[in-house]
């Protein structure tokens, strides 16, 4: 009977323990003031397209913030939206609303490239549409992605496109600037107009080196030095030096293709994009984002070098 006590006695500490770690994670998450919604901003028969939205701490619907619409990556094939949900709640935090974009993808939904870029730009036309809803300014918008979501959020400056039936084109799409990770910027180079049965017309009208102006809204562009699409980001920057855009540039040494989803690189180029908003006045005050060095660094490397393993496991256990 004492050997039952002291285990009863045990286990309720040990419960209590476990509820009280609970309860102080649910304090901090709420304590961090950041809340989520999902909101449908386009339905195509059965298919919903939703805009996931982070809002700031302190957030209210008479608020005018500034608004960064993320597109995922995944070559207009697959991605998620969870692939910007770190830079997303860091920009948050940081007082801006942040919006991540799903859209219609081939591996999903038979699609080719340019009627991604159809839903990029609805979805532009949407939280502009909905800036009282959002609490946001409307003309402080921020568009953001990386590889094929970088592409899309570059088509947003573009201003005749490929457009949805239905799209109300009293709205603009372009944006007040652009935050681009080794993004896709002309269908006109390296076979990509295979994607869209090489039509021309198409594949001009989704390139958004072919419409750049000395007027084109700001952007940072981001890329490694070891991406071949990096070639994309030089064609940009000749042209903004040439016609008088701003374009600034982020290179990564040794960085491959989605170098920005890893540590270091994931802390080192938002603390880029915060500065670069911050310089066009968006932000204010210095980055709250630390980069990792050390024993933690090694860390996080061995933890993302394992969920690489794995995913290669898994994709090796699928039947081809």
């Known amino acids: 009977m004492k050997f039952s006590s002291t285990i009863l006695s045990i286990c309720l500490t040990l419960l209590i323990t476990v509820f009280c770690f609970t309860m102080q994670a649910i304090a901090q998450e709420g304590e961090s003031g950041l809340s989520t919604r999902a909101y449908v901003y386009k339905s195509i028969g059965e298919r919903e397209l939703k805009m996931h939205v982070d809002f700031p701490p302190g957030w209210k619907k008479t608020d005018t913030r500034p608004v960064i619409v993320f597109?995922?990556?995944?070559?207009?094939?697959?991605?998620s939206v969870k692939a910007f949900a770190p830079q997303a709640k860091y920009f948050a935090g940081r007082g801006l609303v942040c919006t991540r974009v799903d859209y219609?993808?081939?591996?999903?939904?038979?699609?080719?490239?340019?009627?991604?870029?159809?839903?990029?730009?609805?979805?532009?036309r949407?939280?502009?549409?909905?800036?009282?809803?959002?609490?946001i300014d409307s003309q402080k918008l921020i568009t953001a992605g990386g590889s094929a979501g970088g592409h899309l959020a570059a088509c947003a400056m573009i201003p005749e496109s490929v457009e949805a039936a239905d799209a109300d084109l009293s709205i603009s799409t372009i944006p007040q600037a652009m935050v681009l990770f080794n993004p896709v910027l002309s269908f006109m180079y390296g076979g990509l107009l295979n994607r869209i049965n090489g039509d021309e017309e198409i594949g001009a009208k989704i390139s958004p080196i072919l419409h750049v102006k000395p007027d084109t809204a700001p952007s940072i562009v981001m890329f490694g030095t070891n991406d071949r699409l990096k070639a994309f980001g030089d064609l940009w920057w000749a042209k903004a030096e040439e016609i008088g855009f701003r374009a600034d540039k982020y290179i990564a040494k040794g960085g491959g293709h989605g170098f920005f989803n890893k540590s270091p690189w994931l802390e080192r180029t938002m603390i880029a994009a915060d500065k670069f908003l911050a310089?066009?006045?968006?932000?204010?005050?210095?980055?709250?984002?630390?980069?990792?060095?050390?024993?933690?660094l090694k860390a996080l490397q061995a933890e993302q070098d394992g969920e690489v393993t794995a995913r290669q496991r898994n994709q090796k256990k699928k039947p081809q």
């Open 126 to 135: 949407w939280v502009r549409a909905n800036a009282a809803e959002l609490g």
């Open 71 to 79: 597109f995922h990556g995944g070559s207009w094939k697959g991605g």
């Open 104 to 124: 219609r993808l081939k591996g999903k939904d038979g699609v080719t490239p340019d009627k991604c870029v159809e839903d990029a730009r609805c979805a532009v």
């Open 279 to 296: 310089s066009l006045g968006y932000l204010e005050g210095e980055p709250t984002i630390v980069v990792p060095t050390g024993e933690r």
